[in-house]
């Protein structure tokens, strides 16, 4: 894994288990980029701060 805007490969990256969902926030030590992704796959902070807000579902 490498910086997508720097190409670098010194990235600090920290996992969260949320609602499910496994994100990934990686964090360029050269350039100081930030993203999230999800298996791979970028997502928007919009969405894993929906999932941080998500209520936990109630038994019944």
Do not use: F, H, K, Y
């Not at 992704?37 to 209520?55: C, F, H, I, K």
């Amino acid at each position: 894994m490498q910086c997508p805007v720097c190409r670098d490969a010194r990235l600090v990256e920290i996992s969260l288990n949320m609602r499910g969902s496994r994100v990934t926030l990686r964090s360029c030590s050269r350039c100081d980029n930030r993203w999230w992704d999800e298996n791979g796959e970028l997502v928007p902070v919009d969405s894993v701060l929906d999932l941080a807000r998500r209520p936990v579902a109630q038994p019944s």
